[in-house]
């Protein structure tokens, strides 16, 4: 059975981005595992949005990826941060040659503003989004041709899935995604606000049929209300988050409980909370069962090492050679997940990056504070050559690895003088052992 330790640090990468130097033993101390939970779930949420650098498309090619790189680490609501970052995988969209930083910031601080939103309403708020509607074709859909792209998705990945995950019946038909087109067509955009409107003379105002009922002269709303109330609603997206949270498949139980829970607008915080409170959660199954993804790794690295200053560390720059920049996905269904990430490119892709983070404080005393690593200062102050390996794991939140992964680390830490090189490297060989690249 996991220690207490690997228990909370467990929470920590689950409902965040993992633990900071202290606070797995805090945790402990506090009670455990369920009083994380508790901890984490509960804390304030502030309302306001993420500010951005700004500037020129190009150097927000750069900074953006960078600021939310660090908004992610430092974030004091974690919880926040982990689900914005799921619904960034699940509601798609991707820098291009129309959707730049200004759009890219307005759905991602719609995304964060989930806690006390339901899904419903979050979905409503995206589908009628310029960047939504360019992505996916609705700016400029009309009669009598509508383009079927946002039609096919808002049910495939965004809502209901393509089929019941009870009785394997597909969810939808080919007259359905047509149908829904027609009631989404009327969009258009004003170029120098890119602000989106409804157009009556762009927009299909006949009758429609769809998802098993005759809907009238539907637009919009009505698709939004027809998707919440189709059955697989409460299924769908409760489905996402718990593999996302959990690791593992949900039984039938525990997915008609999270539909319950879920309800017939979805409820977001309601559901994270179920989840994150299930015994399943922390069961031993769990823990590790997931491969950290690119973005991942470089948010769990700040917050082991106590990253305050991000702006020359070039995480644009690691990020797009992780293959991994936030704001690209590779299509509508976003990033791959898993497994895929763990592969040689990843590791030998990651053992540069993390090394340049690691070291980007030399340990001298006149580098400035905001560019210190007090974890790496902290290692090396607080170690030893005997003792510099297992606190560096401690550190790093890593408890109950393996004895390889042990062996390796102390060894390298007893292999010569403990001076801060050594400290450093220490730590970045941590930060590239196999229990750091799960999650």
């Not at 939103?117 to 979050?122: A, P």
């Not at 050559?385 to 390796?408: C, E, F, I, N």
Request: a neutral charge; hydrophobic letters at 45%; charged letters at 15%.
């Amino acid at each position: 059975m996991a220690s207490t330790e690997a228990q909370v640090a467990h929470v920590w990468r689950r409902l965040g981005f993992g633990p900071g130097p202290d606070d797995v033993t805090t945790g402990v101390a506090r009670g455990g595992a369920r009083a994380a939970i508790d901890d984490l779930l509960s804390r304030p949420t502030p309302t306001t949005n993420w500010q951005w650098p700004g500037g020129t498309v190009n150097d927000a090619a750069m900074t953006d990826a960078t600021r939310q790189v660090e908004l992610m680490a430092t974030s004091y609501p974690q919880v926040r941060e982990r689900v914005a970052w799921i619904l960034q995988g699940i509601l798609v969209i991707a820098w291009g040659e129309v959707i730049g930083p200004a759009e890219m910031e307005t759905h991602l601080n719609t995304l964060r503003s989930w806690p006390g939103r339901t899904y419903k309403d979050l979905l409503s708020t995206v589908v009628r989004s310029f960047g939504m509607q360019w992505y996916l074709s609705g700016i400029g859909s009309a009669p009598p041709h509508p383009n079927q792209n946002l039609a096919r998705e808002l049910m495939e990945l965004f809502s209901l899935g393509v089929t019941d995950p009870r009785t394997s019946t597909a969810n939808y038909t080919q007259t359905d995604v047509q149908e829904i087109a027609r009631a989404l067509t009327g969009y258009v955009v004003d170029w120098s606000t890119r602000q989106m409107t409804l157009q009556a003379s762009s927009w299909d105002a006949g009758a429609k049929t769809f998802l098993g009922s005759a809907r009238g002269p539907a637009g919009v709303s009505d698709v939004i209300d027809a998707v919440a109330a189709h059955p697989s609603f409460k299924h769908f997206i409760p489905h996402r988050l718990y593999v996302e949270l959990v690791g593992l498949e949900p039984s039938a139980a525990a997915l008609d409980a999270l539909a319950t829970v879920w309800g017939s607008t979805g409820d977001i915080g309601a559901v994270v909370a179920a989840i994150a409170r299930r015994p399943e959660f922390v069961s031993d199954a769990a823990i590790r069962s997931r491969v950290k993804s690119p973005v991942e790794l470089v948010v769990s690295t700040a917050r082991v090492l106590g990253v305050s200053e991000f702006s020359h560390l070039s995480l644009w720059w690691v990020l797009t050679n992780l293959r991994q920049h936030p704001f690209m996905p590779p299509n509508v269904s976003g990033w791959p997940s898993g497994p895929a990430w763990l592969h040689a490119g990843t590791l030998v892709n990651w053992s540069g990056p993390v090394q340049w983070i690691t070291f980007s404080d030399s340990g001298a005393p006149d580098v400035p504070a905001n560019l210190q690593l007090p974890t790496v200062r902290r290692l090396f102050a607080q170690g030893t050559s005997a003792t510099g390996g297992d606190l560096a794991l401690k550190l790093a939140g890593l408890y109950d690895v393996s004895s390889q992964t042990l062996s390796a680390v102390r060894a390298y830490a007893a292999s010569g003088t403990w001076d801060y090189p050594r400290a450093a490297a220490t730590m970045c060989m941590v930060l590239q052992s196999p229990e750091f690249y799960v999650n």
